[in-house]
């Protein structure tokens, strides 16, 4: 599982995630040929929010360097003309 390797490190080093219990890195669900991963590290309540903004700026940051990017969701868009030739 590399995505575990990939996505632990950023997790691990930040000192203010717990230890034990120990962080969660699995996948949830696969929805659409993607699979939707959770990253669960434990911190202190009156940290989470910064935690989780550092935390998930550097997974976005490791998965970069790994070369995996997140897709954009995409539409496509058609045109139909209803005029006709010559009027």
Same mark, same amino acid.
């Given at each position: 599982?590399?995505?575990?390797?990939?996505?632990?490190?950023?997790?691990? +080093?930040?000192?203010?995630?717990?230890?034990?219990?120990?962080?969660?890195i699995i996948v949830?669900?696969?929805?659409?040929?993607?699979?939707?991963?959770?990253?669960?590290?434990?911190?202190?309540?009156?940290?989470y929010a910064t935690?989780?903004?550092?935390?998930? +700026?550097?997974? !976005?940051?490791?998965?970069?360097?790994?070369?995996?990017?997140?897709?954009?969701?995409? !539409?496509?868009?058609?045109?139909?003309?209803?005029?006709?030739?010559?009027?």
């Amino acid at each position: 599982h590399q995505f575990k390797t990939i996505l632990s490190r950023p997790v691990y +080093e930040d000192t203010r995630v717990l230890r034990n219990p120990p962080p969660e890195i699995i996948v949830i669900d696969v929805i659409d040929n993607s699979y939707l991963i959770a990253v669960r590290p434990w911190v202190k309540t009156l940290e989470y929010a910064t935690v989780r903004a550092a935390v998930t +700026e550097k997974l !976005m940051a490791a998965l970069n360097a790994n070369g995996l990017t997140i897709p954009q969701p995409q !539409m496509e868009v058609r045109i139909y003309s209803t005029s006709r030739a010559g009027q």
